[in-house]
């Protein structure tokens, strides 16, 4: 199974900054997902990042308040932009697993715990 | 489009006794079904998947999850509970027509106690 970091792994911060959160993978994958769980909620997708293309966004998230890099099979940057304190949530970085084929499952990273004040 | 619903918010066992974790979903064709869960400060852990055949699939910690196709249903039970399961757990589905890069969808989630 894929090993994914983190960092941080939480952070504080203030109202109309922005917070950079990494995500690192031991192995190289194509795809990788950024979600998003507010709390006491499911698990919303933010974007589909594919190496070498731009992110692909859901309804609801925009490039501009969620920024997202994928330089090389291993890495990948969320942003969030302009932070208010609905944008308060642990973001989770994902990666489908490499040999299912259609059934693969997805590994998770530890999350990032955002609170803005 | 693809749906998961997981009506219970919370589910409270005592410790010894069976847990049933509720899913039912919704995909146009036949879908893959897993389960997951996420202890406090951790992210989501596998616990298993249903692909084809046996309707009964069995997971990490002693979980298991029975496919049922005529309600669409993919419950998690557990035997016996440990207090150490408490956590919170979600159902997910794709449908078996898309590609294995597709992405999960998820239910809300459903935060077990168990009681010693």
């Known amino acids: 199974s894929a090993v994914i970091s983190q960092k941080p792994s939480r952070d504080i911060c203030q109202r109309g900054t922005s917070l950079t959160i990494q995500c690192q993978v031991d192995?190289?994958?194509?795809?990788m997902f950024w979600y998003r769980q507010q709390p006491g909620q499911s698990l919303t997708l933010i974007a589909t990042?594919?190496?070498?293309?731009?992110?692909?966004?859901e309804s609801g998230f925009v490039i501009d308040k969620f920024p997202i890099s994928r330089p090389n099979l291993t890495f990948s940057t969320l942003t969030v932009s302009n932070m208010s304190p609905e944008d308060s949530s642990i973001y989770l970085c994902?990666?489908?697993?490499?040999?299912?084929?259609?059934?693969?499952?997805?590994?998770f990273g530890p999350g990032t715990r955002l609170t803005v004040l | 489009a693809q749906s998961v619903a997981q009506p219970e918010d919370q589910v409270n066992v005592a410790e010894g006794n069976p847990l049933t974790v509720k899913c039912t979903y919704s995909?146009?064709?036949?879908?893959?079904l897993f389960w997951y869960v996420q202890y406090p400060n951790r992210g989501l852990q596998f616990l298993l998947k249903?692909?084809?055949?046996?309707?009964l699939v069995k997971g990490s910690y002693g979980f298991e999850a029975e496919f049922n196709k005529s309600q669409t249903s993919f419950h998690l039970k557990k035997p016996s509970a440990l207090v150490s399961d408490s956590a919170l757990y979600f159902c997910?589905?794709?449908?078996?027509?898309?590609?294995?890069?597709?992405?999960?969808?998820f239910g809300k989630g459903t935060r077990l106690s168990v009681i010693a």
């Open positions: 994902s990666v489908p697993e490499g040999t299912s084929g259609r059934a693969r499952e997805q590994f």
């Open positions: 192995s190289q994958v194509t795809m």
């Open positions: 990042a594919n190496q070498g293309s731009e992110a692909t966004y």
């Open positions: 995909v146009s064709g036949n879908p893959y």
């Open positions: 249903y692909i084809t055949g046996d309707n």
């Open positions: 997910a589905v794709r449908d078996i027509k898309a590609s294995g890069n597709t992405p999960l969808v």
